[in-house]
């Protein structure tokens, strides 16, 4: 197992955890995080785009000019495409962009996401992360202490003070362990893990 110091909001060591090598030490495959978080990525989109045809635009059906005799080109309706404000031509349909991934593929890539931050030294354990009031100055002062940006943030429970803390702050995410994911874990520089959430991450990831 990895053995891993544990910090308090002061950036000061005060013990150390041991990690299960089956969560935070899998072998890293790239192919396998960049099939997840694609899928996360299209299960995001809408899929509503739908633009007007021609039969949907508010223009006359009439014919604009008779067919011969104007010197003009030949011509149908105002609503064809060729013609602006006329309908769109083989535009986009409403469609389901959903992938669906395997529960235990979803498990996999988050084990290796924690198992990446842990190997580039960019996994921090905290003892706790209560701050005293609800402010964003105070929080913000933490983040400075460990000299990070674009931070997860990863709680055992609700933290009110920490998620209204933090609310304001745009480069740093704060989730609680149930939400756990390996987008977002990769989409963030530093990943930190209050202590008391390790047992319940380990727990929910073992396969």
Request: proline share 4%; charged share 30%.
């Given at each position: 197992?990895?053995?891993?110091?544990?910090?308090?909001?002061?950036?000061?060591?005060?013990?150390?955890?041991?990690?299960?090598?089956?969560?935070?030490?899998?072998?890293?495959?790239?192919?396998?995080?960049?099939?997840?978080?694609?899928?996360?990525?299209?299960?995001?989109?809408?899929?509503?785009?739908?633009?007007?045809?021609?039969?949907?635009?508010?223009?006359?059906?009439?014919?604009?000019?008779?067919?011969?005799?104007?010197?003009?080109?030949?011509?149908?309706?105002?609503?064809?495409?060729?013609?602006?404000?006329?309908?769109?031509?083989?535009?986009?349909?409403?469609?389901?962009?959903?992938?669906?991934?395997?529960?235990?593929?979803?498990?996999?890539?988050?084990?290796?996401?924690?198992?990446?931050?842990?190997?580039?030294?960019?996994?921090?354990?905290?003892?706790?992360?209560?701050?005293?009031?609800?402010?964003?100055?105070?929080?913000?002062?933490?983040?400075?202490?460990?000299?990070?940006?674009?931070?997860?943030?990863?709680?055992?429970?609700?933290?009110?003070?920490?998620?209204?803390?933090?609310?304001?702050?745009?480069?740093?995410?704060?989730?609680?362990?149930?939400?756990?994911?390996?987008?977002?874990?990769?989409?963030?520089d530093h990943l930190f893990l209050v202590q008391a959430a390790i047992p319940k991450i380990e727990e929910a990831l073992i396969i």
């Open positions: 197992m990895a053995v891993v110091d544990v910090y308090n909001l002061k950036r000061e060591k005060t013990t150390q955890v041991e990690l299960r090598d089956d969560v935070f030490a899998v072998p890293v495959k790239k192919h396998v995080l960049h099939q997840v978080v694609t899928a996360r990525l299209l299960n995001r989109r809408g899929g509503n785009a739908a633009p007007k045809g021609r039969s949907d635009v508010n223009r006359s059906g009439k014919k604009l000019w008779r067919q011969k005799g104007s010197g003009r080109a030949r011509v149908g309706d105002a609503a064809s495409p060729t013609r602006r404000g006329g309908g769109v031509a083989f535009g986009p349909v409403p469609r389901e962009y959903r992938r669906k991934i395997p529960k235990k593929l979803g498990k996999i890539a988050t084990c290796m996401a924690l198992a990446d931050k842990l190997k580039d030294e960019k996994l921090v354990i905290l003892d706790h992360f209560n701050l005293e009031e609800l402010k964003t100055k105070s929080f913000v002062a933490v983040m400075k202490t460990f000299a990070v940006r674009k931070a997860l943030i990863v709680t055992e429970s609700k933290n009110e003070n920490l998620e209204k803390s933090s609310m304001n702050v745009p480069w740093v995410k704060v989730m609680r362990y149930e939400g756990l994911n390996p987008y977002d874990i990769l989409n963030h």
